[in-house]
């Protein structure tokens, strides 16, 4: 058959891409002897590209034997047609699959044939059916995973040692673990799938599986059913063999109702053990702010609690109004009572007193114990009411009584000072009351007195001094004055005093008398003695220029003064070479006996400081004291001096003292020599240095240069320039 028939034998195949190829004898590769627009263009060639090419070559290098193996198979056992799908590839190397129908058409008289191939591009098709089995091959493995993940889950809850269940929109048991199984029953296996709830809950009921159903098994059953019917309650709690769970349920889409109990003992358990102990701790707690706030001996609140409720009792009136007062109780003949009955009746007296005060007093006031014997009430009252001092009297009444311990009686009594807004400021009522309390004190025993405006008058003048005490120290007020201490053998000018005065800029220069008591309360006192120390041996360095000598001074200084850190730089720094003595009164000198003392006191004499006991005679003396600590000189109290001239027994007092300081070796100074036979009397006893108005007043600075160089005139010498 030629190529014209084939054509004419097939017209219908020119709608399509069809290619004829012809293979002369089996021996011959098959060629392209025609093909149609459509089938040249699908591999990107032209008609004419395409006559002569080897059929094959249409075909990818991977599918060329499976097409050919396609090819033979069917011809072989007598076929002439056949479709099958190939990769086959474009003139740009581009592959695509298509759908290939063959036709064989043999020679009738020879062994060739020609070969008609439709071609249809199924490259989408093919890439759907692609998809499609990778699509079925993922929903393959997807649903084995799942299968595996739902046997592990499963074998996951099932080893789980929380029970777990689902039940249907019927509830109905659908699966639950072990666990849950054993839990309502004496088994793993006494649960079958389709039990409903109910049924499940009367075996566990059967089984003995819930202990707080014993006894009213049908009403438990209820309650449950209510929780397990109220779509709301998602959590419940159920007690279940001795352990405590809480369900915990959910819905799934499909109606399912999964139910997980989870012990939650271990964790109560722990939630009570932490409430116990935070009870403990809170009672610790209690006990320690209890303890901080309150005496321990009678149980009141102690002067933190005092403050505490002061602040309290202030804010309350300044936001509801009235009026507070403070009354300050204190014992009289309570140290007696101490003293000769023993401590412990002391300590029962101070209870009894505190019973008798609660036992008068209301529960809203404020009672506390702020001292040895000492208690401070604070009460509520109204404007201009005699409320307090009514209490005082009622509480008088009531403490005066006397107490047995052991059989004896003990007898003491009560004073109280009062002190009350608005007189004074609510801050100041603890302070006032005190005042008052002294007050009481001195005007006798078993009475109370009220802070009034004298008293507030005083003690706003006290404030006024303090603070111009303070003032004073910051604008360098506070200066010395120096009086001369003579020899009388001599004449000669030995040493002067240095003491300290105040230049007031309004009330001029002021004594000790007028502030040192002030100062002593505030606790500045050492800040003037540091003052007046630094400012003496800084001008009187200046003598030597002006009087051609320098003077040995002596200073007035406290035990706190002379052991403060500062001291001994402050003597390092003044670096006065005129000689320095430091006067001590007679109890620090011969009381005290601390090791720290006495070091210090040896440190001091290595630096060429001298010691002196002031006011000697006025303090409980000790010849053994005087022999230890070995002072330099001794000074006389002028209240000793002054009657000499006039009392036999006391010229033999000073001799004495004078023949004993002799005797140890030790100076002797005597104050208040005021007239010539003060003079001639102490210089008849041999006391070796005098001191008084006989002689000067206190000078300043000016006045002192003066008196140094009026001495020099005369023809004496200072002591300190024979030295």
Not at 97 to 112: H, I, K, M, N, Q
Not at 482 to 493: A, D, L, R, S, V
Not at 600 to 629: C, H, P, Q, T, Y
Request: net charge negative; with cysteine; aromatic share 8%.
């Amino acid at each position: 058959m030629n190529l014209e028939d084939v054509i004419s034998n097939f017209p219908q195949l020119t709608v399509d891409a069809v290619g004829i190829a012809y293979r002369a004898s089996n021996d011959v590769e098959p060629e392209f002897v025609w093909v149609n627009e459509p089938f040249a263009h699908m591999f990107g060639a032209t008609q004419i590209d395409m006559i002569g090419r080897h059929a094959m070559s249409i075909y990818h290098d991977d599918y060329t034997a499976d097409f050919h193996q396609t090819v033979t198979e069917p011809l072989a056992s007598g076929r002439s047609s056949f479709s099958t799908d190939s990769l086959c590839i474009r003139d740009d190397r581009s592959t695509f699959w298509v759908r290939v129908s063959y036709f064989a058409l043999f020679d009738a008289t020879g062994p060739g044939r020609h070969s008609v191939v439709l071609v249809r591009d199924v490259d989408d098709l093919k890439d759907r059916e692609q998809a499609a089995e990778l699509a079925l091959i993922e929903n393959e493995q997807l649903l084995a995973r799942v299968e595996a993940t739902q046997s592990r889950l499963i074998s996951a809850l099932d080893t789980a040692p929380d029970p777990f269940a689902i039940f249907d929109s019927r509830d109905r048991l659908v699966i639950c673990n072990t666990a849950y199984s054993a839990s309502m029953t004496d088994g793993a296996g006494g649960l079958t799938e389709g039990m409903t709830g109910d049924q499940i809950l009367r075996l566990g009921l059967v089984n003995n599986a819930f202990p707080e159903a014993i006894g009213r098994e049908e009403e438990w059953l209820q309650e449950q059913g209510r929780l397990w019917r109220d779509p709301g309650n998602r959590e419940f709690h159920i007690a279940i063999r001795g352990r405590e769970y809480r369900a915990i349920r959910s819905g799934t889409s499909n109606g399912d109702r999964v139910v997980l109990y989870v012990d939650i003992s271990d964790f109560l358990d722990q939630q009570r053990e932490l409430k116990r102990y935070a009870e403990r701790l809170e009672r610790a707690n209690y006990e320690i702010s209890h303890q901080a706030l309150h005496d321990e001996l009678t149980g009141l609140g102690n002067r933190r609690f005092l403050k505490i409720k002061l602040d309290e009792m202030i804010a309350r009136r300044r936001d509801r109004g009235g009026e507070i007062a403070a009354l300050h109780i204190d014992l009289d003949r309570f140290k007696q009572i101490n003293d000769t009955m023993g401590h412990a009746a002391g300590d029962y007296v101070l209870t009894s007193v505190a019973r008798v005060l609660r036992e008068r007093l209301r529960e809203e006031d404020v009672i506390a114990r702020t001292g040895g014997d000492e208690f401070v009430v604070l009460v509520r009252c109204k404007v201009g009411s005699k409320e307090p001092e009514v209490l005082a009297r009622r509480l008088i009444d009531a403490v005066s009584q006397p107490v047995l311990f052991e059989g004896r009686p003990c007898r003491f009594a009560a004073s109280i000072g009062i002190a009350r807004t608005p007189l004074i400021d609510a801050y100041d009522l603890l302070t006032s009351s005190d005042v008052a309390l002294y007050k009481a004190k001195m005007t006798g025993r078993a009475r109370f007195a009220v802070f009034d405006h004298v008293d507030l008058q005083s003690l706003r003048e006290s404030k006024r001094l303090t603070d111009d005490i303070a003032r004073g120290l910051e604008a360098g007020e506070f200066v010395p004055v120096y009086q001369p201490q003579i020899n009388p053998f001599t004449g000669e000018i030995a040493a002067f005093e240095t003491l300290a005065r105040w230049q007031h800029p309004e009330r001029g220069l002021l004594p000790p008398s007028e502030f040192l008591t002030a100062a002593a309360e505030m606790q500045v006192d050492g800040q003037i003695d540091s003052a007046i120390f630094r400012a003496a041996t800084s001008e009187c360095r200046e003598c030597r220029r002006l009087s051609g000598c320098l003077p040995r001074l002596s200073f007035n200084v406290s035990l706190q003064r002379i052991m403060g850190e500062s001291f001994i730089a402050d003597i390092e720094r003044a670096d006065y070479g005129g000689g320095i003595a430091l006067e001590l009164v007679e109890t620090i000198f011969l009381e005290e006996e601390s090791d720290a003392f006495l070091k210090r006191v040896e440190m001091l004499r290595r630096m060429n400081v001298r010691f002196e006991v002031d006011d000697f005679g006025s303090g409980r003396a000790s010849i053994v004291a005087l022999k230890r600590i070995a002072p330099d000189r001794l000074k006389i109290d002028r209240r000793l001096v002054e009657p000499i001239t006039t009392s036999e027994r006391a010229r033999k007092l000073v001799r004495s003292i004078i023949d004993i300081a002799q005797a140890l070796d030790i100076g002797v100074t005597a104050e208040g020599v005021e007239t010539p036979m003060h003079e001639t009397i102490l210089k008849d006893f041999g006391c070796d240095r005098l001191q008084g108005y006989l002689y000067a007043r206190p000078l300043p600075f000016a006045g002192m240069v003066a008196f140094l160089e009026g001495n020099q005139r005369d023809g004496r010498v200072p002591a300190s320039r024979q030295s």
